[in-house]
């Protein structure tokens, strides 16, 4: 009999658990037309909700008539900011600790902010009586640079006038945020005054934005005989949206169901809370019947969470041959009319200060100012790990204009500066300590796979070619070496208004020996349905097709404050590996009364637990789930169930080398993407295809980024970009065949070693694709130009620099 039994491996591929491309199971839902998006919840009776939008970028409110509006047949209701007034949700809280208009309160701060909501019978006729709605506005001064904001004597935020201190210490002026300071300052400057070489260099990260499939929206629906509000929506933190709105409406958080079914992409822009969501919410209450609000693409991408727009002014000194000494960084951050950036309250610019990046610094200095304009409220979407992308951008260009400086190749400059292996955990000068790294063996396998050496000769080749009007092409290596921080975390420093960033997973086990686990994350598109169930599965050894993955339904699911900055692996992978022991440790001693052992003369086997030197001698999870529920044990109380609420110890440290190989034409300014090679060190990989998806999707909204995507404004405020005509997404012609490897370096810190992956690519990508356009132009004599590289601000760059003959 025994001989028949499968051995080992067989048992264990057969669990579908860590390590394995195991195929998304929610594609066969989404595939096939079964997923269910907020859009996709009808309820009888249900109304449709439309905003009025303000024209204008800066203007005073001086009448609303809806009186014209209110006549149209269908139309139910029309709630402006003295409707909302009297319950006192005219106003609400930002996530950064500043407040936002729900609808236009005597003013208007940016183009497309909601003056009025209008509700009616049907989504047509919401839109037609938003067209009757008369509104008379003032026009005032716009501002959209927010160094001239800190100059001007126009008073954005008049609720704020006369207020010195702010969420986040002192006001330096009336159009200021807040400053934020980390590191040694004196130190620094001393540093650098001293310094044998310091290069400087000011950039500019765009503004942009991640313009999901999906826009933002929700229904909600106030059952007014049981006292139950349910609110369905595209919510990235349903756990935290319920709290909120607990606290701001006064219903008991038990009488407020929030669910998040399947979001068509998050990436940051479904974190935040928007007008939209509070003012469905009211809608439902004043009427009685649910309220849906669905917005569209440009009002997506005109009003909600922007990313980037970071003015960013860097110094960085060293010795003659290369050795890092200083880094200075000084930050003017765009945050639009509202300070809605959704980061971790002790960290109002994210972790910016993760600014030294995968180099051994002793020093460094970072400020930020954060300003106000007549911009949307925003700041922290589009896979940016909370300000990550803006740093690795800064030091990764810091790099490269040293290299200049120096008159030193770039990937000899990053080497010599890199973190040893051996200096793990690594405390930087700005206060991180980075858990592990290996960043010499990535590099090497890196240089080695493309042939760097080999493409360098080849870059000399061409630019004599070109020199000697033989080509018109040239040639560029982009290099990035990047080092993330993903899985907030720690309680300890990271919460949001107040809510502790850990995370859970409860899991119950049926006696047949299937299970269902839930999580206080929520997929948005990263497959946690098909990879928490694979850490299951090798913790418990049941397989995971056996196990079903739920989130999003705070009815149902552990408390936990969601997905977003890479977190759910961090932490929610951890809980679930913990729940998964818990499990473990129970079926153990269930294993050595069945088997009439003890405890600990039984031994987990991958789906059983053996009697050690008698693996005849065993019972398979299957056995033990039924006995669980179904056998009178001494002293262990029936049913198989964990829960694991799981704060990290310390964030995880990812890192990653990537390399792009472009070929540029000088006369139209169209670069070609030769190669494109992404070396990812994510700790413990727990399904690789996955990851493999996440790089691919990172890069690509990178390729975007970086060569032509950005939410641009004029000077009366207007947004140019707000359609998909103007807005840069690329599509199959624009991407090219990325190569993707890895190494493994385990986070010491997380059960099972893993870190997140969802952001890096991003992170690394858009200095990768920004560096190789501007090392094409390096031998004749650029120094740095500013993204989004179009077609036409390449084609300016090689005109400025006489390319044109
Ligand atoms: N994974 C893995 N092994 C690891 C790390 C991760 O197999 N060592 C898998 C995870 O199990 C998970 C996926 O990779 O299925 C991403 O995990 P993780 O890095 O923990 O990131 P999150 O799940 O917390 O996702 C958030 C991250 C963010 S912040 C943005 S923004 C972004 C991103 O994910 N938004 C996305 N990727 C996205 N992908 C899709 N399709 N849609 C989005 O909205
Ligand atoms: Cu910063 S985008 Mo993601 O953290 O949801």
Redo the contacts with the bound molecule.
Sequence with gaps: MNDMAPDRENRAAGLKGMGCSRKRVEDVRFTQGKGNYVDDVKLPGMLHGDFVRSPYAHARVKNIDISKAMELDGVVAVLTAKDLEPLGLHWMPTLAGDKQMVLADGKVLFQGQEVAFVVARDRYVAADAVELVEVEYEELPVITNPFEALQSDVVLREDLEGQTEGAHGPRKHHNHIFTWEQGDEAATNEVMDNAEVVAEEEMYYHRTH?C?LETCGAVASMDKVNGKLTVWGTFQAPHVVRTVASLLSGIEEHNIRVISPD?G????NKVGVYPGYVCSIVASIVTGVPVKWIEDRMENLMSTAFARDYWMKGRISATKDGKITGLHCHVTADHGGFDACADPTKFPAGFMNICTGSYDIPVAYLAVDGVYTNKAPGGV?????FRVTEAVYFIERMIEVLAIELGMDAAELRRINFIRKDQFPYKAALGWEYDSGDYHTAWDKAMKAVDYDGLRKEQAERVEAFKRGETRSLMGIGLTFFTEI?GAGPVKNCDILGMGMFDSCEIRIHPTGSAIARLG?I??????A???A?ILATETGIPADSITIEEGDTDTAPYGLG????????VA?AATALAGRKIRAKAQMIAAYLLEVHDDDVEFDVDRFVVKGAPERFKTMKEIAYAAYNQAIPGIEPGLEAVSYYDPPNMTYPFGAYVCVMDIDVDTGVPTIRRFYALDD???????M??E??VH??LTEALAVALGQEIAYDDLGNVKTGTLMDFFLPTMVEVPNYETDHTVTPSPHHPIG???????PHVGGVPCFSNAIQDAFRPFGLRHTNMPHDHWRIWKTANDLGLHG
């Design positions: 991640p999901p979001i992409g998050g990436f940051g979407s589009y896979r940016c790990s993903v994350t997929s948005q598109g990263q497959g946690h098909t990879t928490f694979q997905t977003y900055g890479s977190r759910s692996t961090p992978g994510c700790g413990t990989r727990i399904n690789p996955i990851i998806g996440q999707g990172g893993a870190k997140g992956v969802g952001e890096s």
